[in-house]
């Protein structure tokens, strides 16, 4: 496993995500399968209806559960301060955990003031319920607003983030502001199985497309990512990244794919 650091805490920069299942019979055994492979980094939502299928995985693995980062989030109707303490409550309770690793605000939210969302999720930091925070789908003025209005750091931005998609801007910030990229979809969910140039790379260094696809991601500094399947074969090959480089070439080649590489390179040193 490799780490992102931040802010002095390591998170395993492969996660393993839990959104797009029907049942709880899918979750459970998907999340289990991740957890037998080698993952521990886990990520769930309140919306996802996977939190109880991810506790029953954690209860019944051998894993230490101090040796799994989980990640859940609120849900758009639960931003004002009440509904955030009571509902992280009801997601430790799905979750059968006394804490969880990471609270995300999962997407803004104009109706409630951000200020609010975030006082109670550093009462909950302060009161040991949760143990770091952040946030999902914020542009760069709005995680710099949630940085400014929590006492405590923003540990994270989840965004989609893959070959095809840019994030210059918001990469670069998170870079420079020690806040770790989290990517979501980092396969274009499985479009990206097939792409030629992925492909090619692939061949050369014996990886499939999504292996090079989920290296590219995890090799550039502060990201990580969170492929999700059901499939157990899928699964172990996402994990399966471990063992091989790519080049700096093959890193600027498919950062041009997306458009992502003038902005960041001097910061990603290629």
């Known amino acids: 496993m ?4 931040v802010d002095g805490v390591d998170v395993p920069a492969l996660g393993f995500g839990t959104a797009r299942m029907d049942t709880d019979e899918e979750r459970r055994r998907a999340v289990e399968t991740a957890l037998e492979a080698g993952y521990r980094h886990v990520d769930t939502a309140q919306s996802y209806g996977s ?3 991810v506790g029953d995985a954690l209860a019944a693995s051998d894993v230490d559960r101090e040796d799994v980062f989980v990640t859940t989030k609120l849900s758009g109707d639960n931003r004002a301060y009440d509904d955030v303490v009571e509902s992280t409550g009801e997601s430790l309770q799905r ?3 006394d804490a969880v690793d990471l609270l995300l605000i999962h997407a803004p939210n104009d109706d409630v003031p951000l200020a609010e969302t975030l006082d109670a999720m550093n009462e909950l930091r302060d009161d040991g319920f949760v143990r770091h925070l952040g ?3 914020f542009s760069v003025d709005q995680l710099r607003e949630a940085m400014e209005r929590s006492d405590a750091p923003i540990l994270t931005n989840q965004v989609e983030y893959h070959v095809r998609e840019r994030r210059d801007d918001l990469l670069s ?6 806040v770790m990229l989290t990517a979501y979809s980092p396969l274009d969910v499985g479009g990206l199985a097939g792409d030629p140039m992925l492909a090619q790379i692939g061949d050369r260094v014996g990886k499939t497309a999504a292996q090079v696809a989920i290296r590219w991601l995890i090799q550039q500094p502060m990201v990580s990512a969170i492929p999700m399947s059901s499939s157990p074969e899928h699964i172990r090959s996402n994990f399966d990244v471990f063992d091989f480089q790519l080049t700096d070439d093959e890193m600027t080649e498919l950062a041009e794919q997306g458009g992502t590489v003038d902005a960041i ?6």
Do not use: H, M, P, Q
């Open 135 to 137: 946030v999902s789908n």
């Open 51 to 53: 939190e109880g299928a």
């Open 265 to 270: 390179r001097s910061k990603l040193g290629w």
């Open 173 to 178: 910030f998170c870079i420079e502001e020690d």
């Open 2 to 5: 490799e780490y992102v650091t």
């Open 95 to 97: 979750l059968g955990l």
